[in-house]
């Protein structure tokens, strides 16, 4: 056998000594409380008015992790008990500082996979109890109307605000990594035209990746943790899309730019052995605009930047 095939053969050993199966274990009857925090700050401005008007939301709320039942291929039943949510809001020019206890008795069992991804959820919360009937209350008192891209521009200050995003924790590559290795979780959609690819130049609703890099061994707070990163950017003019569902051509459309932006970083800070969250941290900044044709700024504008925490108790 030649040199060169035997170093050719040697840096295959090492590369694949190198790369770890990251794979989160489940113990009978294992019990975990987790508590979650949050600060999300929103400006809005619109016109005539040249001054932002402030509006803060601190959101916070524990929960429950109970292992009920271990199945082949480290499968788990997993029940997540969240018994309610405090809101807190600042005083603003539409109201009073006020704070909100939302009484949830969240009750989901989860099915969950070695890489952490649901492969089966059983909602057992009382239908009245449900978050997703409530939404209205995690959302602005007022607000720039944007009704042209309302459900978009909400999913911004919702993703933004890292409420529910992470409770589960990351999801898990399905093959080995090394350090440096990327895995992508579609976790929200946004209009765009398309600037490359098969489909360049077409409106259209696209998805948009959450992308996980694995970043090693850690030491995190006096602890050797696995450290993994998700990182999420939306940069978009939705006018193209958006004139094409009135149809208009986008040259006479009265609008000449619907701008949705979202930068967002989460670090998930895991257990060596089992894989499960000790911390999670992340970080958010966003807007989202729109400008009408032959004017110089924004006729509505909406920026926010979030920061939240999941800690294990």
Aim: no cysteine; hydrophobic share 40%.
């Amino acid at each position: 056998m030649n040199l060169s095939l035997l170093a050719a053969l040697a840096v295959g050993v090492v590369g694949a000594q190198d790369r770890v199966s990251l794979e989160r274990t489940y113990g009978m009857g294992e019990k975990a409380k987790y508590e979650f925090s949050n600060r999300l700050d929103m400006d809005f401005r619109t016109f005539p008015h040249v001054n932002y008007f402030p509006v803060r939301y601190l959101v916070s709320y524990s929960f429950d992790f109970n292992v009920e039942a271990l199945k082949p291929d480290g499968v788990a039943d997993v029940r997540f008990l969240r018994p309610s949510i405090v809101i807190r809001e600042s005083e603003s020019p539409w109201g009073d500082a006020k704070t909100e206890t939302i009484e949830l008795k969240e009750n989901v069992l989860y099915t969950l996979s070695r890489a952490n991804q649901p492969i089966g959820v059983k909602v057992e919360t009382p239908a009245d109890k449900r978050l997703s009937n409530r939404i209205r209350t995690l959302t602005p008192a007022a607000e720039p109307q944007l009704d042209i891209v309302g459900p978009f521009v909400s999913q911004i200050y919702q993703l933004a605000g890292f409420v529910n995003f992470f409770d589960l924790g990351p999801n898990l590559p399905l093959r080995p990594v090394a350090v440096g290795d990327t895995w992508k979780e579609t976790k929200a959609y946004a209009p765009m035209t398309v600037e490359s690819g098969a489909d360049r130049g077409k409106n259209m609703v696209a998805r948009l990746d959450y992308e996980y890099t694995f970043k090693g061994s850690t030491e995190f707070e006096g602890k050797q943790v696995t450290w993994i990163q998700g990182r999420l950017k939306q940069d978009t003019d939705a006018v193209g899309y958006i004139a094409e569902l009135y149809g208009y051509e986008v040259s006479a459309f009265p609008i000449s730019s619907i701008i949705l932006k979202l930068d967002m970083t989460v670090d998930y800070y895991l257990d060596e052995k089992t894989k499960w969250p000790i911390k999670i941290i992340g970080n958010s900044q966003g807007e989202a605009s729109i400008t009408f044709r032959g004017e110089q700024a924004p006729r509505e504008e909406i920026k926010v930047k979030g920061s939240a925490t999941l800690a294990r108790k």
